[in-house]
Nanobody, 116 residues
Framework: QVQLVESGGGLVQPGGSLRLSCAAS????????MGWYRQAPGKRRELVAT???????NYADSVKGRFTISRDYAKNTMYLQMNSLKPEDTAVYYC??????????WGQGTQVTVSS
């Protein structure tokens, strides 16, 4: 079992920045990939970015060049640095992890609102 807790969401103006954090606990040794997903009202949940245990990253086209995903293994925490935020980035952001045994876990989500 892996437990995930997100933090760092909030209200920010267009062009601003936020950093989301996802703290992992439990069977963290079993984690293969961690990632961020988001879901806007009335839309399907979509991939934002992922990072593997080897450090390989993947980004949605809509966030490339603006968002950066990273992991601090000493703190068992994953981050999403979001710069140049746009109103269309408004969504609930979820932390996700996939273990080597193909088990999947989700955090509770954190709201990000980009508005003037």
């Amino acid at each position: 079992q892996v437990q995930l807790v997100e933090s760092g969401g909030g209200l920010v103006q267009p062009g601003g920045s936020l950093r989301l954090s996802c703290a992992a606990s439990g069977s963290i040794f079993s984690i293969y990939t961690m990632g961020w997903y988001r879901q806007a009202p009335g839309k399907r949940r979509e991939l934002v970015a992922t990072v593997t245990s080897g450090g390989s990253t993947n980004y949605a086209d809509s966030v490339k060049g603006r968002f950066t995903i990273s992991r601090d293994y000493a703190k068992n925490t994953m981050y999403l640095q979001m710069n140049s935020l746009k109103p269309e980035d408004t969504a609930v952001y979820y932390c996700n992890t996939l273990t080597w045994a193909s088990s999947e876990y989700w955090g509770q989500g954190t709201q990000v609102t980009v508005s003037s």
